[in-house]
């Protein structure tokens, strides 16, 4: 089993940035990829950005490429998202997640086995 919690989330204003981690526990001796999902109010969650283990590959979902970067620290167990030029429409909750016994990260919900609590993070306008 391995536990991830995200933190970094909070309100800021459009144009700014913030910087999500998302600390594991647990069985991290384990090699695992690692994506970033997020959730709006009334809307399926999506998924944002991945990276694999050895955090040499990542990937993007279109609406964020260009803005946001995933990276990792496996010597702390932690996964970051770095966002900037936040806009209003990237107000969601973000969710930390990893697939079990993958090394390559997914764009699909469905690939991950374990997930954070989420963190929430608005853009104001």
């Known amino acids: 089993q391995v536990q991830l919690v995200e933190s970094g989330g909070g309100l800021v204003q459009a144009g700014g940035s913030l910087r999500l981690s998302c600390a594991a526990s647990g069985r991290t001796s384990t090699y695992y990829a690692a994506g970033w999902f997020r959730q709006a109010p009334g809307k399926e969650r999506e998924f944002v950005a991945g990276?694999?283990?050895?955090?040499?590959?990542?990937i993007y979902a279109d609406s964020v490429k260009g803005r946001f970067t995933i990276s990792r620290d496996n010597a702390k167990n932690t996964v970051y998202l770095q966002m900037n030029s936040l806009k209003p429409e990237d107000t969601a909750v973000y969710y930390c997640?990893?697939?079990?016994?993958?090394?390559?990260?997914?764009?699909?919900?469905?690939?991950?086995?374990?997930w954070g609590q989420g963190t929430q993070v608005t853009v104001s306008s």
């Open positions: 997640a990893a697939p079990s016994g993958s090394y390559v990260a997914s764009r699909g919900l469905k690939e991950y086995d374990y």
């Open positions: 990276i694999s283990w050895s955090g040499g590959s990542t």
